[in-house]
């Protein structure tokens, strides 16, 4: 099953963001099979990211919430709100040249 799952950070979080990023990158490199896409997601380009996204292939939305608690966004209490949602693809990958 796919899922979306959406973040929300706390509020003026943003240095504890930048202390854990590096690990969290690393931590999604390691779950990429899961994990098939995620990212920040920010209110301009160069502002400080408000959460994140991510679309998982899981068994179930519990497997999902289990997976997120090993991510160190989570550990470090930087996240305020996690919704995940399932997610239907509605078209076909399509290949950028």
Known sequence: MLFAVIFTDKPG???LR???LQA?????????????????LRTQPEAVPKG??????APSKEAVLELMKSDP???C???Q?????????????KVLV
């Not at 969290?24 to 920040?40: D, P, Y």
């Open 18 to 20: 930048a202390e854990h």
């Open 77 to 79: 209490g930087l996240r």
């Open 24 to 40: 969290h990158v690393e931590w999604v490199a390691r779950h990429q099979e899961t994990v098939l896409v995620a990212g920040s």
């Open 13 to 15: 979080h943003g240095p």
């Open 52 to 57: 994140g996204l991510w679309v998982v292939e």
């Open 73 to 75: 966004f989570h550990r």
């Open 81 to 93: 709100e996690v919704e995940v949602l399932h997610w239907n693809k509605a078209l076909e990958k």
